[in-house]
């Protein structure tokens, strides 16, 4: 069975930091890109950030690029988001999500399988 496991959420500060990670298991995802997604309450689920199978493509929403770095360790099955310049906007939970292809992309529908996300509050 595919279960992917974020870690790393908590309270951070306005302009403070936070590393997410999400452990895949089950199978191997070395071959498949990978995803953040964020839903704030509210709010449906949007696109934050992915990176292509090999970790040399990466694509970033525009509210996050410049502050938000995915990264992934394919030995590891893991794949990270680090946040730097965090602004109480980016509170939501956070997924992490395998894609169906190798190629990053921000169409949620090209996902097939979820974590149970992680809560990242910023306050001011």
């Known amino acids: 069975q595919v279960q992917l496991v974020e870690s790393g959420g908590g309270l951070a500060q306005a302009g403070g930091s936070l590393r997410l990670s999400c452990a895949a298991s089950g199978r191997t995802f070395r071959n498949y890109a990978m995803g953040w997604f964020r839903q704030a309450p509210g709010k449906e689920r949007e696109f934050v950030a992915a990176i292509n199978w090999s970790g040399g493509y990466t694509g970033y929403a525009d509210s996050v690029k410049g502050r938000f770095t995915i990264s992934r360790d394919n030995a590891k099955n893991t794949v990270y988001l680090q946040m730097n310049s965090l602004k109480p906007e980016d509170t939501a939970v956070y997924y992490c999500?395998?894609?169906?292809?190798?190629?990053?992309?921000?169409?949620?529908?090209?996902?097939?399988?979820w974590g149970q996300g992680t809560q990242v509050t910023v306050s001011s």
């Open positions: 999500a395998v894609s169906g292809v190798p190629i990053p992309t921000r169409n949620i529908m090209a996902y097939d399988y």
